[in-house]
């Protein structure tokens, strides 16, 4: 295997030393799967640099977890090519990739304690005894579970289970760390210790991380980088501040809480600034994509970029439906005098029937062409 | 509910277990400790002091243990390759569970035909010049462990089944990504989950095996290799009329395997028993 350059990586190559100066580079060359004539995943291309958390986000079915798969070794490719450190793996069997994986059923052995779970891919791997116990003490140190060594995981809150599995996967002291929707089983609250333990561990051991997720929170708190995907096609590829601030398409921006997706005809161009109209009100956006006058598009804004006044005189003026309490902010529906509802967050006070005057920022209304919307 | 009523309701179950498994038991009981002659434990004195009567709890267990043993041993291989999508496990499924409906009588019948000296079995090995004279297969000690266990197989393969698919199939994907082959995943991850079913997969099948009687008779050496300790009880009750000897055997019988079974659920309970799932999900 030489070192040959990436051919049609999605990714510039960045700021990467020679390859295997630092483990744990991973490449993957239009990998596809297709399961009996259904494409689940198409053609993707993604270069991760060593020691990188990468975040495959996208609603179920969206083939961010067959993605995983196949980096796993679980699932095989139909076509394309995986390389770790510049070694062809794709022809690998899971179970000598040498990763590490954590489950969104956690997947522990029910049979075995937490100690002898976190041990078991030490035992399989002939590691000396020795050496096993004390990697097995610092992976439960790790996860703060050391006080729970002896318990079976049915005496374990969900919580812990996971950690036991995260000790699990770190202990081999793996190339690359695959996790499967760790979090989704948690209650919100454990939810978000978790994650904050997650970057942590990620923060001090810099393991080159690939995490699948449903949930953009999670998704934007944890990632150097997040891929998000629909039915198996990459829709964007970006730091979380990237995506968050300019979604690539405007199914992106629905999944980035865009909430606001408007209908919209476009009425002129100049430039980035593009003039819009809907349902009777004409409103100033940011063109992303190519738009031209007459055509229809979507126009998105995040609730938390309207601003709302009580007293005020502008073109959108609406009446309060609905008023949600969300702590330090209040969530409110609004139908214009037109009809149009936005849904927008404000420091308040408001109240159901009061009259109102939003202002949206051009800068912070996107307009997509409408094909990156009903793209199948 | 009140203990009234829970009385009520097991009433039905109480009578007919009292009916027609408690007073025949201690009927027996009775029976075997008033025998004909000599004193309450003459029938066992007799019994255990006779070699060919003793040889017959030998045959029973050399009958019972390997069909039990073996019916597991195929059993679960076949199921954890049911697990994985084996092609056409249905009708495999569907034509190892058939012989459930048979009754051992129908088995021996057609093991009787088809094993005869111009029996298919024969006429296909000598059509084949792979035998010059027909093969003695039937009444053979093999003919009889083949007979109980084409009756015991299903139960066990069945019961098998049922313990596999419900281990969460999570747990072997964990496995393979810690570094374990397939061999590893299952010495290590599937074998300890199977193993209270393994246990109680044994259990019904020796249970089954040990109460061996038409097939013995029909299939076997009723006088030799297969005279089993349900011939002995049966050659005493109603071919010497003797029921006080016979219920002695029968007692004999039902002590031992309750002993079997015993230490199988002993060593049951030492095994992890709980849900094989890897957690909530």
Redesign the interface.
């Given at each position: 295997m030489t070192g040959a350059p990436p051919q049609g990586a999605a990714q510039p190559a960045g700021p990467q030393g020679p390859a295997g100066a630092r483990p744990g580079a991973l490449e993957l060359r239009g990998i596809t799967k297709r399961y009996a004539g259904v494409t689940a995943l198409d053609a993707f291309d993604l270069t991760v640099q060593p020691g990188e958390f990468i975040t495959f986000l996208g609603p179920s079915g969206c083939g961010k977890t067959t993605a995983l798969n196949c980096v796993?070794?679980?699932v095989g490719l139909t076509a394309g090519e995986i390389r770790l450190d510049d070694r062809r793996i794709d022809g690998v069997?899971?179970?000598?990739?040498?990763?590490?994986?954590v489950?969104?059923?956690?997947?522990?052995?029910?049979?075995l304690t937490a100690w002898q779970n976190v041990a078991?891919?030490l035992?399989?791997?002939r590691v000396s005894r020795d050496d096993a116990r004390r990697r097995t003490e610092a992976a439960l140190a790790l996860v703060q579970l050391e006080q729970h060594a002896q318990k079976?995981?049915?005496q374990l809150s969900?919580g812990q289970?996971?950690r036991v599995?995260i000790a699990?996967?770190l202990v081999?002291e793996p190339r690359l760390l695959?996790m499967d929707e760790p979090l989704s089983?948690l209650d919100t609250k454990l939810r978000g210790e978790l994650r904050t333990e997650i970057k942590r561990l990620h923060q001090r051991l810099g393991l080159t991380t690939i995490y699948v997720t449903h949930d953009q929170a999670e998704a934007l708190s944890l990632s150097d980088r997040l891929v998000v995907m629909r039915n198996g096609r990459v829709e964007q590829i970006g730091t979380p501040a990237e995506v968050h601030a300019a979604p690539a398409t405007a199914f992106v921006a629905d999944f980035m809480g865009y909430r606001n997706l408007v209908p919209v005809d476009v009425v002129g161009v100049d430039g980035d600034v593009t003039e819009v109209r809907a349902s009777g009100l004409t409103l100033r956006g940011t063109a992303v994509g190519a738009l031209r006058a007459g055509a229809p598009a979507v126009a998105a804004v995040r609730p938390q970029d309207i601003v709302c006044r009580r007293e005020g005189t502008g073109a959108l003026r609406g009446r309060v439906d609905v008023v949600e309490f969300g702590g330090d902010t209040l969530a409110a529906d609004i139908v214009l005098d037109g009809g149009q509802r936005f849904y927008a967050v404000t420091p308040g006070p408001l109240a159901p029937g009061d009259v109102v005057a939003l202002e949206i920022p051009p800068a912070r209304l996107l307009v997509y062409p409408v094909e990156s919307a009903s793209r199948p | 509910m009140s203990g009234r009523r829970v009385l009520m309701l097991s009433l039905p179950a109480t009578l007919f277990l009292l009916a027609a498994f408690v007073y025949p038991f201690l009927y027996g009981v009775f029976l075997s400790v008033t025998p004909r002659t000599g004193g309450p434990l003459g029938n066992y004195q007799a019994f255990f002091g006779d070699e060919f009567q003793r040889a017959s709890i030998g045959n029973t267990f050399a009958l019972a243990l390997p069909a039990a043993i073996l019916c597991v041993a195929l059993a679960v291989p076949l199921a954890y390759a049911m697990r994985h999508g084996l092609r056409g496990g249905r009708v495999l499924t569907a034509l190892l569970v058939v012989p459930v409906t048979l009754g051992p009588v129908f088995i021996a019948d057609a093991m009787l035909f088809y094993f005869g000296p111009v029996g298919w079995f024969n006429r296909a090995l000598e059509a084949l010049h792979l035998a010059a004279a027909p093969i003695r297969v039937l009444h053979t000690y093999g003919a009889v462990l083949l007979a109980i266990m084409l009756t015991a197989f299903p139960f066990a393969f069945l019961l098998m089944l049922g313990y596999v698919s419900g281990i969460d199939p999570a747990l072997e994907r964990a496995a393979h990504t810690l570094g374990a082959g397939r061999w590893q995943t299952f010495r290590r991850v599937l074998l300890p989950l199977m193993a209270p079913g393994i246990a109680t997969s044994f259990a019904l099948t020796f249970v089954l095996a040990f109460g061996v009687f038409p097939s013995a008779v029909l299939l076997g050496e009723p006088g030799g290799s297969t005279r089993v300790l349900s011939i002995a009880a049966f050659q005493a009750a109603y071919e010497k009329f003797d029921f006080s000897a016979g219920s002695a055997i029968a007692l004999v019988m039902g002590a031992l395997q309750l002993a079997v079974i015993g230490l199988v659920f002993a060593l049951r309970a030492r095994l992890y028993a709980g849900p094989a799932r890897g957690g909530k999900g």
């Open positions: 796993s070794g679980l069997p899971p179970e000598r990739r040498g990763f590490g994986m489950f969104q059923n956690y997947a522990l052995f029910p049979h078991f891919g035992e399989v791997r079976h995981p049915g969900g289970q996971q599995a699990r996967a081999v695959l089983n | -």
